[in-house]
Every structure is written in C-alpha cells, then in structure tokens.
C-alpha cells in the first residue's frame, strides 16, 4: 500500500521510535537484513504474524519495501520478535492471498488500509 504523498516521511519518524521496541510487542517485530547493494546491515519494524513453519509481514508502507527486496534478494536474515531472534530463510512474496493466512480481524484490517503485499518466510529460533 503505498503511502499518499505528504504521509511518506511517516517511516523516517516511525521506524527510529519502534525499533527499539518492536523486537518485544507482538505482533511488531524487528526485521535484520542486509542491503542487496550496499552490504550494510538494516533493521525494520514490521508486524509480523506467526503461520505453519514461520511468519508473514505485511507491507504497510509501500507495495515493495527496501527490507523486503533486501530478503528476496539476500535470501536470508534475522527477525527479533516476542524476546526472541529467529533465523529467516526462504522469503516469498505474496499478494492478495497473504490476507487469507491472518487472522481475521488483522485481515479486514489490513484490507480497508488497501495491504496487498506481504512476505513469508521461514523461521527456526535462535539458541
């Protein structure tokens, strides 16, 4: 869901406020990937829901998200979530369908904010 024009700065205020934080409140999670050009490490608040084998995250701000071509791209990475860090692997772009893999009140949710983009991906945790 792309984000209307004056409402595009809304990550570079939000992300800094939620990243220290976002690794402890479910649903938010904290997404490490690392640039697919620049090599740099990232992190990214997302909402992340649990599904069969790992989670899903919606793209709330853009229908690409740099953190989730840097995922497609790289092919792997790390996510903290609930206290815990997970290992990702086997990142997957999904349309429409993602919807059908939430919960039901998150999904009406994310269909009147017009979400029509989301990653899933595998995860084992961390020791």
Known sequence: ???PRPLRVLPRYLNPVLRPV?????????L?????KSGNPYASPVQAYPVP?????AYAYSDSPQW?????????????RAGKRYTIANPRHLGDEGLEQLPKPVAAMMRGMGVRGFLQFDTTVQQ
């Not at 490490?32 to 697919?36: A, P, V, Y």
């Not at 084998?53 to 995250?57: N, R, S, T, V």
Request: charged share 5%.
């Open 1 to 3: 869901m792309p984000l």
């Open 68 to 80: 989730a071509q840097n995922l497609l791209t790289v092919g792997h990475g790390q996510m903290a």
């Open 53 to 57: 084998g790992g989670y899903i995250a």
């Open 32 to 36: 490490h990937h690392t640039g697919r």
């Open 22 to 30: 976002a690794g402890y409140l479910p649903p938010l999670a904290v």
